[in-house]
């Protein structure tokens, strides 16, 4: 009797050992035999799931902004108050080893996405899709406020505190992180 094998689990699993290699030596270190080993199977496996790196390196991507952004979302979803949405920034920030672990992916991409096309756009689009999520919780949270433009700051501000915090991961920085977001939501929500 044939094997049966979860396809969709087996290509996760090729999906977060890229991230391993991804997150330790950058896009630029990324090799299929280097996921191959981080993922203990061959290239061939790579391959039958991944016609090639590039593919491979944007199904990381999107894997990635997914497994954060459903984190983000259980939060935002429940939108019973500021608690929420800080919640929701905390799980994008680098505050413990599995999200700056996502981070240093992410830096890995954005370096990459300065210069490739295919990577900006779907930066830009992930973007996106995260203001569309916040902007009717600022709307409820704060009737009054320009949403738009609240959920502008709120995504600058993530991205900046997050940039620090995964650059150099102190105790200070993780604090001050989220110190600051909660600080600046509590000056622009009741």
Avoid at 37 to 50: K, Q, S
Avoid at 87 to 116: C, H, I, S, Y
Avoid at 171 to 187: Q, S, Y
Wanted: negative net charge.
């Amino acid at each position: 009797m044939p094997k049966v094998v979860d396809h969709e689990a087996r290509r996760r699993e090729l999906i977060e050992a890229s991230w391993a290699v991804i997150a330790a030596e950058g896009l630029e270190g990324v090799t299929m035999r280097k996921i191959a080993t981080a993922a203990g199977c061959t290239t061939g496996r790579l391959t039958h799931y991944f016609k090639d790196r590039e593919a491979l390196i944007l199904a990381a991507l999107r894997a990635i902004n997914d497994v954060t952004g459903e984190r983000v979302r259980k939060y935002l979803r429940e939108n019973d108050g500021k608690e929420s949405l800080i919640e929701a920034a905390a799980e994008a920030l680098p505050l413990d080893g599995q999200r700056l672990a996502e981070w240093k992916v992410w830096l890995a991409f954005w370096a990459a996405a300065a210069t490739d096309p295919d990577l900006a756009a779907e930066n830009d689009r992930r973007q996106e899709e995260w203001l569309d999520e916040i902007r009717p919780v600022l709307s409820s949270l704060a009737p009054g406020c320009d949403a738009a433009y609240e959920a502008e700051r709120l995504l600058a501000l993530v991205n900046g505190l997050g940039l620090r915090a995964a650059v150099s991961p102190t105790p200070h920085n993780r604090k001050t992180a989220r110190d600051i977001f909660e600080r600046h939501l509590g000056a622009i929500l009741p």
